[in-house]
């Protein structure tokens, strides 16, 4: 099974929740949302851009067979050094997430 995913990033510490997202898109050459994942039967691939790398506000999780894990989502923040892998610059978010696959 294939599920198309969108991230959006809140800034929930007003009284109100700010969007970020479109902010990081604006800056795609200067952000990276990295997806590490801990069970076999995931697939997740970046699906956007900033015209030379993958950014990763949008996604697809491809699943093949029953499982269970986790998925550290991460964004990373890159400016002048964006090389299209998750290695350089600062983290500025970083959440874990539990993922069950179930067979359908």
Do not use: M
């Amino acid at each position: 099974t294939t599920y198309s995913l969108h991230i959006e990033f809140l800034d929930e510490s007003g009284d109100a929740a700010y969007s970020l997202t479109h902010e990081i898109e604006e800056e795609g050459s200067e952000h990276i949302v990295c997806f590490d994942e801990t069970l076999d039967e995931l697939s997740i691939t970046r699906t956007d851009s900033d015209g030379v790398y993958e950014i990763g506000l949008t996604s697809d999780w491809v699943t093949t067979n029953a499982s269970s894990g986790n998925v550290t989502i991460s964004l990373k923040h890159q400016p002048e050094v964006k090389d299209g892998t998750c290695t350089p610059g600062e983290t500025d978010v970083e959440v874990t997430f539990p993922i069950v696959i179930q067979e359908g």
